[in-house]
């Protein structure tokens, strides 16, 4: 007869744990809050050390719920997490973590300055809650240079819409913003079961490694009317989308892009020229 398999232990006794943290505090998930908890340590394991070395490390987790995440994230060697929820419930199940370097903020992370409640070097590690990951995103990148790294779970689709290359179905906003700020790679793929209560998509954990150098603030707001103006009507050829712009003509004729071109296929550095162009003729 086989003898049992002894790495299942720990992973049991965790799920085990968190479940009777989950009914102890009501934590039933809830939908308006985009709640799918992870219970599994090995999977949580993996995502904490997606984040590459986090020795020193002031880290963000965001919607933390029975603290999965969190307690493989203390695992590590990291100076500080920052624990930001707003389910009152989960502020109670986080409690009994009772961790010196951790600290629970009861706050909407849509509202939190992660910068300036962060001391460097700075990473966010997240499963983020679906309703709020696209702009909780979108916010983080406009001060990806005060990041060291960011390890965030997406809906498949959106991590699919960060990643995406130019010409592909999922290329868009979101990727040209993203992968231009940012190196973006997506690390894990997890199905529906690993979750409670499992999705009816599939997810998938991306890091963000932002680039050295960073845009300054002007030419990051250019970029962002750009790809809003471009994509906002992407069946249009270019001349018609950025025609809100002004001078779509012209300013295209200067980066020596085809104004019968639609937003999809440009590639990330002819948005670059673009945004810079475009905030050169700018007062």
Known sequence: MAPPRRDRGPELSQTASLRDVIARHGLAPRKSL????LLDEAI???IAAAAGDLT????????PGPGGLTRALLARPLASLLACELDTRAIAALAELAEPRLTVLHQDALKLDAVAALEAPRQIVANLPYNVGTPLLIGWLRQAGAFERLTLMFQQEVAERICAAPDTEHYGRLAVLSQWLCRCTVMLHLPPGAFFPPPRVHSA??????????????????MERLTAAAFGQRRKMLRGSLKALGGADALLESCAIAPERRAETLSIAEFDRLARALLEREP
């Open 205 to 222: 954990v991306v890091g963000l490694v932002p680039h050295a150098e960073q845009p300054p603030p002007a030419l990051l707001a250019a």
């Open 56 to 63: 020193g490390r002031h880290v963000l987790e965001v919607g």
């Open 44 to 46: 949580c394991a993996r």
């Open 34 to 37: 985009g709640q799918h908890f």
